[in-house]
């Protein structure tokens, strides 16, 4: 006869596989659901300075400030599966040194419950626009897109671009003043 403790061993190890392939029909009911939205980007005002570069050589660099508008309304992407996401926007860019420069402007986390029609009007970026050279100045095609990662209950982790974009010249001179 069987103890108690292999009783018990055998319906835990039958719990768990249950378990298991209820969470594997649950990630898989909402795993192939498109998860872009529109989104308007709008930029209003865009700064350039040529700034000290403390990090390396005793070189100077270019510090970019943009101020801009968003409203993405996130709701739809909100499912039973979607714990949270993580919403950033980014601004693509080449130079002469690198094909492909990509750097993280602004972010928030949006947990489910929260109010996913955003509405930001005149918000500066969260973090430097910095450029490890003179990159900026004159650069006529600086891109701007808002992306986000789906954080979900069970499953995978998507990284979702928006459908939508800006693309922006930066100007051809710097900024003097002191402050943004």
């Not at 659901?33 to 270019?62: A, H, M, Q, W, Y």
């Not at 508008?69 to 860019?93: C, G, M, R, T």
């Not at 808002?146 to 990284?159: D, E, H, K, R």
Request: proline share 4%; net charge positive; with cysteine.
């Amino acid at each position: 006869m069987n103890t108690v403790l292999s009783r018990a061993n055998s319906l835990f190890a039958f719990s768990l596989s249950v378990m298991a392939v209820l969470t594997f029909g649950c990630f898989i009911t909402t795993a192939f659901k498109d998860r872009r939205v529109p989104v308007d980007i709008r930029v209003s005002r865009v700064l350039l300075k040529n700034v000290d570069d403390f990090t390396g050589p005793r070189e100077r660099s270019d510090l970019g400030f943009v101020t801009f508008d968003l409203s993405p309304h996130l709701q739809p992407i909100f499912d039973w599966n979607v714990k949270q996401l993580f919403i950033y926007l980014s601004a693509e860019y080449a130079t002469k040194a690198n094909s492909l420069n990509q750097v993280v402007l602004w972010d928030k986390i949006l947990i489910r419950g929260d109010n996913a029609k955003l509405n930001l009007k005149d918000t500066k970026s969260k973090y430097f626009f910095f450029d490890d050279g003179n990159g900026l100045r004159s650069n006529k095609n600086i891109t701007l897109t808002l992306s986000w990662n789906v954080v979900p209950n069970a499953g995978i982790l998507p990284l979702v671009v928006g459908s939508g974009h800006v693309s922006l010249p930066f100007p051809e001179s710097y900024e003097n003043t002191k402050s943004y």
